[in-house]
């Protein structure tokens, strides 16, 4: 049974990312957490002229959160009406919203969070300091990035970038073994460098351990030269016609360059492909 957080703030996006979880785990029994967070530091710094009592955060911020949340399970249920392996729990909270992201991942035990993200303008430009950013970086649970405009479509080609610098704990990587049972995927893993070398015996010995690990599975190494790691990454995606980008938080200062690059203007596959971010749990 899997246990999947889906925090929304009732956008499109948001709904968006929830009806491709549905997608994406039909066939598998779930839990499916709707979480709202009405912000602690939205409602302590409103200029009011009464104090914010427990019953005023109720009637103001909680109520309508829960009214709104009801809707969704009714957009739900029109949704995956003949799936009765999903069970669906509604929570609303005020707290700041990482803070509220952590105490439910730890409480509900949390397998993967799903967040939507605007990609309009280019994902990069939008998800620095945006809710989902801060999930990614801060929460230390994978999370599956859906852009608003993704539309679901069996994963098929999964590509991996990694830069083999560091070593990845095999239960990190069990969210790409299931996605390649799943859905008899195939795995490209991606290296990309700035100018053509060799790998050192560290990156030899990361290589071979993947290598090993995905030997029953449909996989192959890919090795790109170019200066700019994000157009690489991005040729390689169109080209392949990949359906996710799988990528390791831990290995953070290559994962900025990907995602939070400040120069990056046309990075068009981030629009409308869902990307994978592994986080080890402690």
């Known amino acids: 049974m899997k246990n999947i957080l889906l925090p929304t703030d009732f956008s499109d996006n948001s709904w968006n990312a929830i009806k491709y979880a549905l997608n994406f785990f039909e066939n598998n029994e779930c839990n499916f957490y709707l979480l709202h967070v009405n912000r602690l530091n939205n409602i302590i710094t409103e200029e009011d002229d009464y104090i914010q009592t427990p019953e005023v ?41 990482i803070d509220s992201i952590r105490k439910h991942v730890d409480e509900n035990r949390i397998d993967l969070i799903v967040m939507g993200t605007k990609g309009a303008s280019g994902l990069p430009k939008i998800i620095a300091g945006s809710n989902t950013g801060d999930v990614i970086t801060k929460v230390r649970c994978t999370t599956l990035v859906v852009p608003e ?29 299931d996605i390649l049972e799943r859905y008899k995927a195939t795995l490209r893993i991606v290296h990309v460098s700035k100018r053509h070398s060799e790998l050192n015996s560290d990156q030899e010995n990361t290589k ?65 492909i869902p990307f994978l971010v592994l986080h080890e749990r402690h």
């Open 57 to 97: 955060i109720e009637a103001i911020y909680t109520k309508p959160a829960k009214n709104k949340l009801r809707n969704i399970l009714k957009r739900i249920s029109l949704e995956c009406s003949s799936n009765k392996s999903y069970k669906f729990y509604a929570q609303t909270d005020h707290d700041f919203f």
């Open 149 to 177: 405009n993704a539309t679901f479509t069996r994963p098929k080609e999964v590509a991996f970038p990694t830069d083999f610098h560091l070593f990845y704990h095999i239960d990190t990587l069990q969210p790409v073994l």
């Open 208 to 272: 071979e351990l993947l290598k090993d690990y995905f030997s029953y599975y449909d996989f192959s190494f890919h090795f790109l030269t170019n200066k700019k790691i994000e157009d690489a990454i991005q040729c390689f995606v169109e080209s392949r016609g990949v359906n996710m980008v799988v990528m390791v938080a831990k290995n953070l200062n290559y994962f900025q360059q990907i995602l939070f690059h400040s120069n990056v203007e046309n990075i068009s596959y981030h629009t409308d």
